[in-house]
């Protein structure tokens, strides 16, 4: 019953032309599966039966379809970056964040305290045989790897370290320990850079680490308040003692000057002197008296014969001063006999 | 005839295709025989061939391998309880062993999760918490030239736990890790699977623990700010009682100063008063008897009384013309 359906279909016209469109399909999918482009940034590992064959660079390329050749794309040029305990969204490379940032914060420092450590990871993918064949997930290795260094290398340290001092040291230490790991995993990535972004105490202690910090400044304050109390107070003293200092010396001055003064005049009154003593000497003696005698509202001149002197001296102020009455009194000034 | 040829070929491609298999680079194959692993494990990647049908393809990795151990408590020596979170990189060198005894790497992955389990938890138990944390012995800490004063040296060799030091450690991290390594590596190996490192990925402070760490940091962190208050306020008292010695310098400094300058001055005019007055007897004398007569404005004044007598040398003329002159040699 097919027998005459058969012939028909043999005839080479008809085939032909049934045929031609499925060829061109089929053509179609062996070109377009045939070429692959890689990217500037990347290389391409081709595996033709599974076994490593070459690596590509950037451009057009073509392999063999369906299954025989497979192209694995590695972006080599890339620098990748692996984010711990925060993560930036937007991010092409799964290995970037992880799912659970707030446990890979914490940590535990040399001196036992805690501290919440923030960091990334650069790195490129430097031996793609490597990177595709010896490790699976070499992504997720270094993460493991870059966490376990970072808790070791914390791990030395103090809290102060961590949080202020420490900080470079850290990032040094913990690039070496990471590259080596990851040479020795034969990872095939270069670890580039190790950067550590935010550390902080844990938040119940922040507080007290900002407590720290006033007293600090408290500490700073106390001492300026003190200087300044201090350079308020002495430089003045200084002044005042050079003032009292010259002052003195002005005194001093002035002091010799004066006996300078006094014993040039001496010497002119006392050369006089030794020509007439006597007369100068009355002179003197007189003019002294003269001068001073009127000023003396209370005077009293007693004769020397007479006794008792006190009756008088009741006399009212004004009473004559030349009555002549007994008395015994001494006259107060009585210049010196030589 | 001609109907049987495209079914015969199409048996023999189908035979062909099934005898043919590819061996990924990152890949090794046994073959098994109705379940029975035939032949040498191949580790070389590329197109094989192998009986069809009768033959089947086990693949197994060859690159390394991860185990992520799954965070747990556990007590370390000194009976504090932590959480420790393991990882270990591992790899199937025997591949036939490790088909014979585990045959996937779901099993194999449950023996780890058991032998790295009970290994860290002796190794973690037999040595104290700083141990496990600290790597380095004897490291000596950077020292905040802020935070960490001579107090802390001070402390430190009083046998007190000081603010920024770290206290020495026998063993460390690395060797703990060590021991782990070693002891499971062991164990691990009669599966045809070699371990290539365990490190510890996290270690923290169990949840219950955590308040009391944070309460002992929130305790050392108070004292620092104490001592730095107190360290202030005691700079500043220093600083007042340097003020005040200061101050009582500057000015005993300056009252002995201006007495040595007075004295000089009254000395050195006393020289002068001395050398001109003492010249001789009659210059003394008439020192006195001048120097006498100054004196006598300032010591008589308005309201003095005067008790004159008629033989003083001013009133001696009152009673009688002195016709001689009065006793003055």
Redesign the interface.
């Given at each position: 019953m097919k027998l005459p359906s058969l012939p028909p279909l043999r005839t080479p016209p008809a085939r032909a032309f049934r045929a031609t469109p499925v060829i061109l399909v089929l053509l179609a999918v062996v070109i377009w599966s045939s070429w692959y482009t890689v990217p500037s940034d990347s290389v391409a590992v081709l595996?033709?039966?599974?076994?490593?064959r070459s690596e590509a660079p950037p451009g057009l390329h073509f392999k063999i379809p369906f299954g025989v050749d497979a192209v694995t794309i590695l972006p080599v040029k890339r620098q990748l970056k692996q984010e711990f305990g925060f993560s930036t969204p937007g991010s092409s490379n799964p290995d970037q964040f992880s799912d659970e940032p707030e446990?890979?914060t914490?940590?535990?420092?040399?001196?036992?305290?805690?501290a919440l450590v923030e960091w990334v990871v650069q790195y490129r993918i430097s031996e793609p045989?490597k990177y595709?064949?010896?490790?699976?997930?070499p992504g997720?290795?270094l993460r493991?790897?870059s966490?376990?260094v970072m808790?070791?290398?914390v791990?030395?340290?103090?809290?102060?370290?961590v949080i202020?001092?420490?900080r470079q040291?850290i990032e040094s230490e913990a690039l070496a320990k990471m590259q080596q790991?990851a040479t020795?995993?034969?990872m095939g990535v270069s670890i580039d850079q190790v950067q550590l972004k935010n550390i902080n105490?844990?938040t119940?202690?922040q507080?007290?680490?900002n407590?720290?910090n006033?007293?600090?400044q408290?500490?700073?304050?106390?001492?300026n308040?003190?200087?300044r109390?201090?350079n308020r107070?002495?430089p003045l003293?200084?002044g005042?003692?050079?003032q009292?200092?010259r002052?003195?010396?002005g005194?001093?001055?002035?002091?010799?000057n004066?006996?300078?003064g006094?014993?040039a005049r001496?010497?002119a009154?006392?050369a006089q002197?030794?020509k007439a003593?006597?007369v100068t000497?009355?002179r003197?003696?007189?003019e002294?008296?003269q001068?001073?005698?009127p000023?003396?509202?209370?005077?009293?001149?007693?004769?020397?014969n007479m006794q008792g002197?006190l009756p008088l001296?009741n006399l009212d102020k004004k009473a004559l001063p030349?009555k002549?009455q007994a008395?015994a009194?001494?006259?107060?000034?009585?210049?010196?006999?030589? | 005839m001609n109907r049987l040829l495209p079914i015969a070929a199409a048996l023999l491609a189908f035979l062909l295709f099934n005898a043919f298999y590819?061996?990924?680079?990152?890949?090794q194959v046994i073959l098994t025989q109705f379940g029975k692993p035939v032949g040498a494990p191949v580790t070389?990647?590329?197109?094989k061939m192998k009986l069809p049908f009768i033959q089947d393809v086990n693949r197994i990795?060859?690159?390394?391998?991860?185990w992520?151990g799954s965070p747990s408590d556990m007590p370390t020596k000194d009976k504090l309880y932590i959480a420790v979170d393991l990882?270990a990189?591992w790899r199937i060198t025997d591949p036939l062993q490790y088909f014979l005894r585990l045959r996937d790497e779901r099993s194999a992955l449950s023996r780890l999760d058991d032998i790295l389990g009970s290994e860290t938890r002796n190794a973690v138990a037999k040595h104290e918490?700083?141990e496990i944390?600290?790597?380095?012995k004897d490291?000596i800490?950077?020292?905040?030239s802020?935070?960490?004063e001579s107090q802390d040296t001070a402390d430190a060799q009083d046998g007190n736990k000081a603010?920024?030091?770290?206290?020495p450690i026998h063993k460390g991290?690395?060797q703990v890790e060590q021991e782990i390594f070693k002891a499971a590596a062991e164990k691990v190996k009669v599966f045809g699977i070699e371990l290539?490192?365990i490190?510890?990925?996290?270690?923290?402070?169990n949840a219950s623990v955590?308040?009391k760490?944070?309460e002992?940091?929130?305790s050392?962190?108070?004292q620092?700010?104490?001592?730095?208050?107190s360290?202030?306020?005691g700079?500043?008292?220093?600083?007042?009682g340097?003020?005040s010695r200061?101050?009582n310098r500057?000015?005993s400094?300056?009252?002995r100063?201006?007495?040595?300058?007075?004295g000089?001055?009254?000395a050195?005019?006393?020289e002068?008063?001395a050398?001109?007055?003492n010249q001789n007897p009659?210059?003394a004398?008439?020192?006195?008897?001048?120097r006498?007569?100054?004196a006598?404005?300032a010591i008589?004044?308005?309201?003095?009384?005067?008790?004159?007598?008629?033989?003083?040398?001013?009133?001696k003329f009152?009673?009688a013309t002195g016709s001689k002159p009065s006793g003055?040699p």
């Open positions: 595996q033709r039966f599974g076994k490593y446990a890979e914490r940590m535990v420092t040399g001196d036992l305290n805690a045989f595709l064949f010896d490790v699976r997930e997720a290795t493991d790897v966490e376990s808790r070791e290398v791990g030395d340290r103090t809290v102060d370290e202020t001092i420490g040291e790991l020795k995993y034969n105490p844990p119940p202690v507080d007290s680490f407590e720290v006033q007293a600090q408290e500490k700073e304050r106390l001492i308040e003190a200087r109390d201090y107070v002495i003293a200084e005042e003692k050079d009292r200092i002052e003195a010396e005194y001093r001055l002035k002091r010799t004066e006996a300078e006094d014993v001496f010497n009154v006392f002197y030794q003593p006597d000497r009355r003197l003696y007189l002294t008296m001068q001073i005698m000023a003396v509202q209370n005077k009293v001149i007693v004769d020397e002197i001296l030349a002549p008395a009194g001494q006259e107060p000034q009585q210049e010196a006999t030589p | 590819t061996v990924g680079e990152a890949q070389e990647a590329g197109l990795d060859k690159r390394i391998l991860e992520d990882f990189r918490l700083i944390i600290r790597t380095t490291r800490p950077l020292q905040d802020t935070l960490g603010v920024g030091a770290l206290v991290r690395e290539l490192d490190r510890f990925k996290r270690i923290n402070y955590q308040p760490i944070f002992r940091m929130i050392e962190r108070r620092i700010a104490e001592r730095f208050r360290e202030g306020n700079e500043a008292a220093r600083i007042r340097n003020m200061d101050l500057i000015q400094e300056a009252y100063r201006v007495e040595e300058i007075r000089e001055g009254d050195k005019a006393a002068i008063y050398n001109a007055y009659e210059a004398h008439f020192y006195e008897f001048t006498t007569l100054e006598y404005p008589v004044t308005e309201d003095s009384t005067m008790v004159l007598s008629t033989d003083s040398d001013l009133f009152l009673k003055q």
